[in-house]
């Protein structure tokens, strides 16, 4: 049963909840390029799927369209697929469970994939169609952008005829950029220093952080700095902070949804330490509020 059935465009709703059904998170694109390229062969449009899994689809303009400029229409078909820790959905081989509250799509359990399934809807929804007017339209959807835009470099563009391309694939609606400065991956090595002690250690999980990459707050950088702040200040002196594991599962570009933190009481006193975290728990999210205002 569709559950998307009722939103506006409807065609586009339609084609993102099909999406939604599809396993499509990076590395995992041979189900979703698949199914676009069925989409273009049931259609007679033409199509190239390379060896890579990117799609190119090409519809020849409307009538008294056929002397303006081709249009060039990009997104990717990959997305960040991840959980919340009791979600008992395998993203490698089942869909997503797509629901709606109020006016926010999201899916149950998981990361939605609207960056950058929303782009392939629209697209499709455009393709699809007999009554809007367009010229030629060439859309280009790439796999693996999500872990360093591979698809994008591997890709050959040398059929295209337009040269004017709209990337659907932005932080904001109603803002359009003139161009984007690219991204790149930053392997960090830092040198860690261990020692034995003695004491007692405690793990505190900070849970419920928004893992989704477009959230422009992890973005602009507010909550990591909140939560380190917090792993390093919270916590008066007599508490010794030992480690911090991030985990965000199995891909690469989301922030950590979970940080297990680790503390060693410096004296055998387990109770002042539970006194205490209910105050440092209250401060934290706090903090959090201030940085973020999505943050509840």
């Not at 990337?167 to 034995?196: H, M, Q, Y």
């Not at 893992?211 to 917090?230: D, L, M, N, S």
């Not at 949804?257 to 503390?263: A, N």
């Not at 004296?267 to 105050?279: G, Q, S, Y």
Request: glycine share 8%; aromatic share 10%.
């Amino acid at each position: 049963m569709s559950v998307l059935s009722d939103l506006e465009p409807k065609s586009v709703f339609t084609f993102f909840e099909e999406i939604t059904k599809i396993p499509h998170g990076s590395g995992n694109v041979e189900q979703i390029s698949d199914y676009l390229a069925d989409f273009a062969k049931e259609r007679k449009l033409f199509c190239i799927q390379d060896e890579w899994k990117n799609v190119i689809i090409v519809k020849e303009a409307s009538a008294g369209y056929e002397e303006e400029p081709a249009i060039i229409l990009q997104g990717h078909m990959d997305m960040v697929a991840v959980k919340k820790p009791d979600c008992e959905i395998d993203m490698r081989t089942e869909g997503l469970r797509a629901a709606v509250k109020g006016d926010v799509v999201y899916a149950e359990g998981t990361s939605l994939g609207g960056d950058d399934g929303i782009a392939v809807a629209y697209c499709l929804a455009l393709l699809d169609s007999h009554t809007i007017k367009h010229p030629k339209l060439e859309v280009i959807l790439t796999v693996d952008e999500e872990v360093g835009m591979d698809g994008a470099r591997a890709i050959d563009l040398s059929m295209l005829t337009g040269n004017r391309m709209v990337n659907l694939d932005s932080e904001d609606e109603g803002i359009f950029l003139t161009s984007c400065a690219g991204g790149a991956r930053v392997k960090c090595r830092l040198p860690l220093v261990s020692e034995e002690g003695e004491g007692i250690a405690f793990k505190v999980t900070v849970g419920g952080l928004l893992a989704i990459q477009e959230v422009k707050y992890t973005r602009r950088g507010e909550i990591p700095t909140a939560c380190w702040e917090g792993c390093y200040n919270g916590f008066p002196d007599r508490f010794r902070f030992v480690s911090v594991k991030p985990r965000a599962g199995w891909r690469i570009m989301p922030f950590p949804v979970r940080l297990p933190l680790c503390w060693c009481w410096r004296k055998r006193t387990e109770i002042l330490f539970r006194r205490f975290l209910p105050d440092w728990r209250r401060r934290f999210r706090r903090s959090l509020r201030q940085r973020i205002p999505v943050f509840i």
